[in-house]
């Protein structure tokens, strides 16, 4: 339970973190109303268009009596815009953070940036970015809705249908927003969707801790688009735990005093600091007439006193 509490503070910490740099929270939050406003044309589309709909699509009912007609295409009138209200809920985070990938990205290299350390980039072109994350979201999707549809048919099930089938949903949908969320991160850490997976089932209770109060949170109209900003630099800052630090930061740096083998020009001083402070040490001086004497190799031939 450890895990799921601090998973839970990263959540508090990003949105402490977007809380204390307001450009970027206002910066991160135009992703979400963009998507906002697609999403509610599309609803009130659906809303003035779904009895059109259904009409179309079943043509066999137009020679019903008059309460019958009415009541069956009523009920899938009102079942057209309660799965279009559905999918509008399930897909808001992973198209919002598809149409928010430059705001989202730039907004990951700050958090990283503030926090100390390498910004690790991917080196990826803008639309070769864009093209991962629609194919890795479709993923997430698919992945979702196989779920979604096995705890469907678990929630006929007498008791446990009613109270375990919906907590194993919530935890489901947890567990892929933290994937969708850090992804932002990870992705630019060269880490791909399988990788992002592993790391996310070996720290589980984790990412249920991020990922199941903001799934609870977005079931709240707009909130998610309020949230979104902070839940970016929560998972960003969780991002770092996950992955730790950058390949290239630990590199070269060996032992106190150590001298690397390569890159070091023949006669350049050498520092060894088993002191206080660096203890130079230069080759002899040439005396008249000689050429200087460069530093000998670290293998010489046996018999060879070295200096």
Do not use: N
């Amino acid at each position: 339970m450890r895990d799921f509490g601090a998973g839970f503070g990263y959540v508090l910490k990003g949105q402490r973190w977007v809380v204390g740099h307001g450009r970027w929270f206002g910066f991160g939050l135009l992703p979400g109303l963009i998507t906002l406003v697609l999403y509610a044309g599309a609803l009130i589309g659906l809303f003035y268009g779904a009895d059109d709909l259904t009409a179309w699509a079943t043509p066999f009912a137009d020679g019903w009596s008059s309460p019958w007609l009415g009541l069956f295409r009523g009920f899938l009138t009102a079942l057209v815009f309660a799965l279009g209200l559905f999918l509008a809920v399930v897909t808001f985070t992973a198209v919002t953070l598809l149409v928010g990938q430059p705001f989202y990205e730039s907004l990951s290299e700050e958090v990283d940036r503030t926090e100390g350390g390498e910004v690790p980039e991917s080196g990826r072109s803008f639309w070769h970015e864009m093209w991962i994350s629609a194919r890795d979201s479709l993923r997430i999707l698919v992945r979702v809705s196989l779920y979604g549809i096995l705890l469907f048919a678990l929630g006929f099930l007498p008791v446990v249908g009613q109270t375990v089938v919906p907590v194993l949903g919530f935890c489901v949908s947890g567990f892929f927003l933290a994937e969708e969320l850090t992804a932002v991160a990870l992705q630019r850490r060269d880490v791909d969707l399988k990788e992002r997976l592993t790391l996310l089932r070996g720290r589980r209770m984790l990412a249920l801790g991020f990922g199941v109060p903001l799934t609870l949170a977005f079931l709240v109209p707009l909130v998610a688009v309020f949230l979104m900003p902070g839940a970016v630099a929560g998972a960003t800052l969780m991002a770092r735990e996950l992955a730790g630090p950058p390949s290239g930061e630990d590199e070269g740096r060996g032992a106190p005093g150590a001298v690397p083998a390569a890159g070091r020009e023949p006669g350049a001083t050498l520092t060894l600091g088993t002191g206080p402070g660096p203890h130079p040490v230069s080759p002899p001086a040439a005396g008249p007439g000689q050429a200087a004497h460069p530093v000998p190799p670290r293998h010489q031939a046996p018999g060879t006193k070295s200096w």
